[in-house]
């Protein structure tokens, strides 16, 4: 089945400490998005990228750090300089042409 | 640039009642307007979408919406709620100029009582 894989689905993380979370799609499509989700906010984007080896920043991207060396692959590095780091993060991709996006389930990342 | 707006926090609706949540948009150019629905924990999921045509847009789970370009909206309904209606609803816009991201509302969160 094609789709997008987001892991873990819980991430614990002490201060001070870098983390990564997964995203991975099959489903050829270009681009991949992440972002943060925290009550009553709705989704603010924290980069995208349209094609391989190259990525934006979104609106949110102090903090974080992203990488995109494969087609399948989007991973989104949570740095020690994100202060308020505990959120709900979504990972999502689409094709280059007018449909929507496919989203994963995403990671809770709690800082304790 | 794109935006969406939705504008309740809480849809509170008893079962079996007409089930309605607001959008509306502002583009530059033509909208390509979709609505996507969010359980606990969970990513988003696809509804339906409105590109061209017929302006009313039938999807999944026997929701609809109805697009206005006069009023720039675009309305999420039901015509009978169900409990498991209960979840957060995100209205979304992308414009036919320019890049392909996608301007999400705030969501609204839909509580159907038995």
């Known amino acids: 089945d094609g789709g997008i894989t987001q892991s873990p689905k819980y991430l614990f993380r002490k201060e001070g400490q870098n983390v990564t979370l997964s995203c991975e799609q099959n489903l050829n499509h270009d681009a991949m998005y992440w972002y943060r989700q925290d009550p009553g906010q709705g989704l603010r984007l924290i980069y995208y990228?349209?094609?391989?080896?190259?990525?934006q920043k979104g609106d949110i991207a102090e903090g974080y750090s992203v990488s995109r060396e494969k087609k399948e692959s989007f991973p989104l590095t949570v740095t020690s300089a994100q202060k308020n780091p505990t959120a709900f993060y979504l990972c999502?991709?689409?094709?280059?042409?007018?449909?929507?996006?496919?989203f994963g389930s995403g990671t809770r990342l709690t800082v304790v | 640039a794109q935006s969406v707006a939705q504008p309740e926090d809480q849809v509170n609706v008893a079962e079996g009642n007409p089930l309605t949540v607001k959008c509306t948009y502002s583009?530059?150019?033509?909208?390509?307007l979709f609505w996507y629905v969010q359980y606990p924990n969970r990513g988003l999921q696809f509804l339906l979408k409105?590109?061209?045509?017929?302006?009313l847009v039938k999807g999944s789970y026997g929701f609809e919406a109805e697009f206005n370009k006069s009023q720039t909206s675009f309305h999420l309904k039901k015509p009978s709620a169900l409990v498991s209606d209960s979840a957060l609803y995100f209205c979304a816009v992308r414009d036919t100029h320019g890049n392909n991201r996608l301007a999400f509302g705030k969501g609204n969160q839909v509580v159907v009582i038995p």
């Open positions: 990228s349209q094609i391989v080896n190259d990525f």
């Open positions: 999502a991709s689409s094709p280059r042409t007018v449909y929507g996006y496919t």
């Open positions: 409105y590109i061209t045509g017929d302006n």
């Open positions: 583009v530059s150019g033509n909208p390509y």
